[in-house]
């Protein structure tokens, strides 16, 4: 199994651009979401999907999009990137949202908003 | 404010010291789950601790959860370098997992 995968590793962008952070899991897990992690602030939820079709907003919902139309894929969509987007974005899944479930990381992709 | 504070934010000691980092709520939860980062990775999971008072040890790791599941605490015995990285609590909020901001350890040799 390749677990949680994420592309691109790296990405710098213009103010005003728009772009999609792949993920990807090859486990079958259900529950898929995406954080942001930046200095000081740990990792703060942006938007997450208890399965196919269905998605919520998390902490920090704002300029982000997200869907979910099959189990292995959870992009995450910028509309207009802002400097504020600047950060590390995680992606993670577990099997279920149950308290013992294991969330399983990828390694991020880091953007850069000029 | 974040739902989960964690303590120390910065802890950086001497090889075979013991230090002890914690994490409280004022909210109750069902649960609550220690990771691990190092630098250019995700995190991964370490424990999660599920009953009120509940203990888990794992080598030199002793996990805590408080008897009201408001809190946790992590300690290690006689820390090593490679015990240095990014400790962060979680906690189930709903259905939304949330985490504390972190704490940086750095063990010096």
């Known amino acids: 199994n390749a677990g949680v995968t994420q592309t691109p590793k790296f990405q710098v962008l213009k103010t005003g651009q728009s772009m999609t952070l792949q993920c990807a899991q090859d486990?079958?897990?259900?529950?898929m979401s995406w954080y942001r992690q930046d200095p000081g602030m740990g990792l703060r939820l942006i938007h997450y999907s208890v399965g196919a079709g269905i998605t919520d907003q998390g902490e920090v919902p704002n300029g982000y999009n997200v869907s979910r139309s099959t189990t292995e894929d959870f992009p995450l969509r910028l509309l207009s990137a802002a400097p504020s987007q600047t950060s590390v974005y995680f992606c993670?899944?577990?099997?279920?949202?149950?308290?013992?479930?294991?969330?399983?990381f990828g390694p991020g992709t880091r953007l850069l908003v000029l | 404010t974040q739902l989960l504070e964690q303590s120390p934010q910065f802890l950086s000691i001497q090889e075979g010291e013991n230090l002890t980092v914690y994490c409280n709520s004022s909210?109750?939860?069902?649960?609550l789950q220690w990771y691990r980062q190092e630098p250019g990775e995700g995190p991964v999971l370490l424990v999660t601790?599920?009953?009120?008072?509940e203990v888990k040890k794992l080598k030199r790791l002793t996990f805590q959860f408080g008897d009201a599941r408001k809190d946790s605490s992590l300690h290690i015995t006689a820390a090593q370098p490679g015990d240095t990285g990014l400790y962060l609590c979680a906690g189930l909020y709903g259905n939304k997992l949330v985490f504390g901001a972190g704490t940086i350890l750095r063990v010096k040799s």
């Open positions: 909210s109750v939860f069902s649960s």
């Open positions: 486990m079958n897990h259900e529950y």
């Open positions: 993670a899944s577990s099997y279920g949202h149950q308290y013992q479930e294991t969330q399983y």
């Open positions: 601790v599920v009953t009120g008072g």
